[in-house]
């Protein structure tokens, strides 16, 4: 089974987009799918939430070994936990799907918007809006908002649960072993994990 039979358009017919990426799970199904519609992804990692930076690496690495076995560019954006931490300053203790959640969508698809801007890649997209444990709502207003900000980008608000993705998500994690993390990845995520039952995160 592939995600090849998903017809997939992006706004205006472009055939390059930057997709943000949180992990190579979530990407795994969309990338595969973009590409057998004919659009390149570049891959933007961008993820100063992910706590301990030992987290961050693991994630960071298996992105790229997917995006390199795939010939795609991969961009490593800087990570800066400190700056995140300050963004969302006075939010730790919101729960998931609250405020803090939102804030970094923000913060990381603002990221995006920019690197777009500056590199002349009209569309951005992300990997988040595959998660079912995120609110489209938030991350669609985070990245109308990011590329709000240029009259030259233009966020792709495409929901990417749906057309058999999630089921081909878990048979490239299968084909590919990633490694599947058990929390979103800031700190405070991490401690809502221990309180609750495990699960992989999607």
Known sequence: MTAARNII?????????????????????????????????????????????EEYLIRKN?????????GLEIVDDDYDHGKWLDRIKGLENEPERGARCLQCFR????????????????????????SRWKSLEQINAAGQEAAGAYDDVTWWDRNWRK??????RMEII?????????????????????????????
């Open 62 to 70: 298996e992105c790229t070994r997917y995006a390199e076995a795939l």
């Open 174 to 202: 299968r084909e590919y072993g990633f490694y599947n993390q058990t929390y979103c990845g800031c700190e405070f995520s991490q401690e809502n994990r221990l309180h609750k039952p495990s699960r992989p995160e999607e």
């Open 107 to 130: 913060f990381r698809l603002s990221r995006t918007a920019e690197y777009a801007h500056r590199h002349g890649i009209r569309v951005i997209t992300t990997t988040l809006a595959s």
């Open 9 to 53: 358009e992006a706004p205006g017919g472009e055939r390059k987009v930057l997709l943000h990426t949180c992990c190579a799970p979530c990407s795994s199904a969309i990338i595969e799918a973009l590409l057998a519609n004919g659009i390149t992804p570049v891959v933007f990692y961008c993820n100063p939430n992910i706590f301990p930076e």
């Open 163 to 168: 057309g058999g993705l999630q089921e081909r």
